[in-house]
């Protein structure tokens, strides 16, 4: 076997891992679901091509309501936790110096090593009528009776923002890590305030890891699943709850695969609007 | 706002005030569930019944302690074999992928690296629907065509670890590909110079050095099967792995066996976090 014969060959078994995994789990499954999602059930496994399964979650009034509601509380959810996030980031990044500056970086991250079905457990024996707020609000005698905090938006919004909080975190301390001292201090000298610096100068410096950050935690809390859930409610709808509805409860997959892909085409479009508007690419965000 | 600018006492007091709610808020949850393990009750909730270990220990029901759960134990095993084969698959695929796109030229790279990251940006519910839409497709189409049923296309322990990977094995890519991007390919040629053959030379030489990173990909890997919920969620069998396990008990209303559980699993991904970032650290 020649050099170029081996070169070829080896570029083969490199390529071909990658390949059948991107091939096989990504793509194809989701042309399927796509192709599923384009064809209506006439008869007992009768199909036909049809927009049929479209037409009915803009004509039920239940499931596009459901939609938007999870696109308005993901948005919501992401402007709360970086602005949130973004003063502590700041304290870490710009305020503090060695080892302190380590520990509360590390001490940000340790909550989310631990599952976030575990996490939303504790905002559960937290904020549950029986729990430790209910009973604190008696004691101090703010309340007179047991206080239900689960089960309402507030309370999703608060779980939301908890679990999106590393996302935001990390790329904020990064890019405002790499803020020169002297260009915050060379912003006061020619007269600016505290707010002044701010907008023109840290702001601007930190868009990079803002928009990442946004990004990514715009894309989990729309996708999430367990926090709407459990601290949600019945009554309160998510969108992946209606996904796993219709393909788990109903199994009316033809549906459920229209679901997903509105919602995975409403995820790829605020990510990429998101990306033009800061002018990055998913390469460097992501890679 | 930098420590060299003078601010008022007021607000340095109220900044780091701040902070510390800030800090407080992130750890709450932890610390309650933590706490509630030991609680002599039934519920996971106020009044304290006192200091207990039955939690972890008690042999009967109905205060049946978490090591003597079957169904529990059993869910336990479940996700650590899902886990266990997640890791080998990702970090084996991650470490091919990072050979691929950090020493190769080839047509579409670019466009393949993209591709390579879209499962980040993609929703867990909907990788795991899509998979389970493909996959019982081929099913169905086996069974139609031939007449065969393959039991594992259907929800099933494979299916749960082969949606895992598609977005694990992402991560793995990128962990190690970062190491070797590190990497002086003078010592690989030096390693071929002095008579070994190019795979000898990143056999001996270059595998050693991505030690630390596929360490850590690997540590990640296994946190992030184990703890994983949306894609598992939509794949899984008649065997539960953990988190579905305890999904559905929270449902049913828990008892603290839960809270000794939770903790449980704290030390020991708290222990492989630290693990991971002390292997990391080392290669600096």
Sequence with gaps: MNLRAATQLSLFLLLAPLLVWLIGLIILPHADMFAISLRERVALRTYEFSFANYTEFFTEPLYWRTFARTAIMSTLATALTLLISFPVSYYIAKMLRGRLKAFL??????????????????WMILLRESGVFSNLLQWVGLADGPVEMLYNDATIMVGLVYTSMLFMVVPLVTTLDSLED???EAGYDLGGNAFSVLRTIIIPHAMPGIVSGCIVVFMLTLGNYLTPVLLGGKDNLWFTAQIYTQFITRFNWE?????????????????????????QTLTETMG | MIPSIPQPKSFRAMYAAYIVMFFVYLVMPLAVVAIFAFNDSMFPSLPWGGFTMDWFF???????????????????????????WVTVLSVAVGTTNAFLFERRDFPFKSFLYMLMLLPLVVPGVILGISILVFSSTIANWLENSFGIDVEFLRPSTFLVIVGQFSFIATITTLVIAARLRKFDTALEEAAQSLGASRLTAVWTVTLPYLKPAIIGAAIVAFLMSFENFNTTLMLVGSDQPLTIAMYGRLREGSTPELNALSLLLMAVSGGLALLSVFVQREKD
């Design chain 1, 182 to 184: 002297a260009q915050v």
């Design chain 1, 255 to 279: 549906l459920g695969a229209a679901f997903g892909f509105l919602l995975l085409g409403l995820s790829s479009l605020i990510v990429w609007t998101g990306l033009k508007l800061s002018r």
């Design chain 1, 105 to 122: 970086f590390l001490l940000c991250l340790v909550p989310f090593w631990v599952s976030e079905l575990v996490r939303t457990f504790g």
């Design chain 2, 58 to 84: 008690n042999p009967t029901e109905p205060r049946l302690g978490l090591f003597h759960d079957g169904r529990l134990l059993e869910s336990i095993w479940t996700s650590f074999f899902i886990a266990c």
